[in-house]
T-cell receptor
Framework: AQSVSQHNHHVILSEAASLELGCNYS??????LFWYVQYPGQHLQLLLK??????LVKGIKGFEAEFIKSKFSFNLRKPSVQWSDTAEYFC??????????FGAGTTVTVRA | ETGVTQSPTHLIKTRGQQVTLRCSSQSGHNTVSWYQQALGQGPQFIFQYYREEENGRGNFPPRFSGLQFPNYSSELNVNALELDDSALYLC??????????????FGSGTRLTVV
């Protein structure tokens, strides 16, 4: 069975600071990897996804993530956060099946 | 392009009752899956429907059931509600069988409270 672990439950930082959220997964086969964001009161939105190819993936709103196969990791980064990045962030994985397995989420609070 | 719409947005039910939640998938999507998101947790996969048949199920009891209609809309039914069923229920649609290459589009969810 696949599982996803997100390292931080809550991250608080100031505007313009850099952000990195950790994500590790457990799965024996080929995986597809996703980061979703959930702004307060809104639905889950796809930030970026990795299926194959370049392990450095660029997403929307200046986010990027790096897939490191040897470490089973897919960490999310943003060089300079804004107040509007305050949200909950979920890492998710699926293998050659139909379901997404989500991590518990990381709440990011950006202080102006 | 319409997104995924879910109804109702909020619902309060009494323990032991039955509930039906509805989902209209994004235009052109033929696969619908349902997730339960308890407070402070990530979404948990309930099941998926493809071409009107359930083709995958997570670790949920049989009192969680569903339907997919020819227009790809879907229902989630929960019988004999328990207090622990209180959660946000998310519907996600995708074009391909596993979402590969396309990803999943999520609705805003239905907040179910069981009292």
């Amino acid at each position: 069975a696949q599982s996803v672990s997100q390292h931080n439950h809550h991250v608080i930082l100031s505007e313009a600071a850099s952000l990195e959220l950790g994500c590790n997964y457990s799965y024996g086969g080929t995986v597809n990897l996703f980061w979703y964001v959930q702004y307060p009161g809104q639905h889950l939105q796809l930030l970026l996804k990795y299926f194959s190819g370049d392990p450095l993936v660029k997403g929307i709103k200046g986010f990027e993530a790096e897939f490191i196969k040897s470490k089973f990791s897919f960490n999310l980064r943003k060089p300079s956060v804004q107040w509007s990045d305050t949200a909950e962030y979920f890492c998710a994985v699926n293998g050659n099946d139909y379901k997404l397995s989500f991590g518990a989420g990381t709440t990011v609070t950006v202080r102006a | 392009e319409t997104g995924v719409t879910q109804s109702p947005t909020h619902l309060i039910k009494t323990r032991g009752q039955q509930v039906t939640l509805r989902c209209s998938s994004q235009s052109g999507h033929n696969t619908v899956s349902w997730y339960q998101q308890a407070l402070g947790q990530g979404p948990q996969f309930i099941f998926q429907y493809y071409r009107e048949e359930e083709n995958g199920r997570g670790n949920f009891p049989p009192r969680f059931s569903g339907l997919q209609f020819p227009n790809y809309s879907s229902e989630l039914n929960v019988n004999a509600l328990e207090l622990d069923d209180s959660a946000l229920y998310l519907c996600a649609s995708s074009l391909a069988y596993t979402g590969t290459g396309y990803g999943y589009t999520f609705g805003s969810g239905t907040r179910l409270t069981v009292v």
